[in-house]
């Protein structure tokens, strides 16, 4: 009986670890001086206990303001949630997200954060790369997916929304890691 227990959370294990966890983010297009907000998605099959990632912005692209209500924003998805941020010693702005009443974020898709960014007055025109890195999650265990991409047009007029997935996404399958 014991053999049969065993082998029956072996293979509940084995099934559980092959879900997806994908963060995105957009391309965006902003003029010098304008303000704008960039979601940081999320598509996972399964419940996540929480979420930490370190935010990096290029040169001529900053954050509203110094305080983390200027910064970042929950979601309808993450009402609830914790965010502890703090300023890092290699540039990066690094976000923890939990809910401290221990309800994980439920499987599911869209924003769970949104970034409240800005093109400096004297921004340099053309593209810029904002980057997540040292993205992870606990499912319950701790799961490190690649650094996720996204670009910034610089341009001097208002552009459409361009959005290259491909290049945007971390995708982790617990299996893979």
Known sequence: ?????????????????????????????????????????????????????????????????????????????????TVSAANQADGSYKMMVVNMDGEPLKAGEGAVLNLLIQADEDAVLGSKEVRLGTVRYSNPDLVKLDDVKSTIYVTESVLELANEADNNVAIASAAAS
Request: charged share 20%; hydrophobic share 40%.
């Open 1 to 81: 009986m014991r053999k049969y227990i065993i082998f029956t959370m072996l293979i509940l294990g084995t099934l559980s670890s092959n879900a997806d966890v994908v963060f995105s983010m957009p391309d965006l297009n902003l003029t010098p001086g304008e303000k704008a907000t960039l979601a940081i998605n999320l598509e996972n099959d399964v419940n996540i206990d929480g979420f930490e990632m370190k935010v990096f912005l290029p040169e001529g692209i900053s954050f509203q303001g110094s305080t983390k209500t200027q910064r970042v924003e929950t979601t309808e998805r993450t009402d609830g949630f």
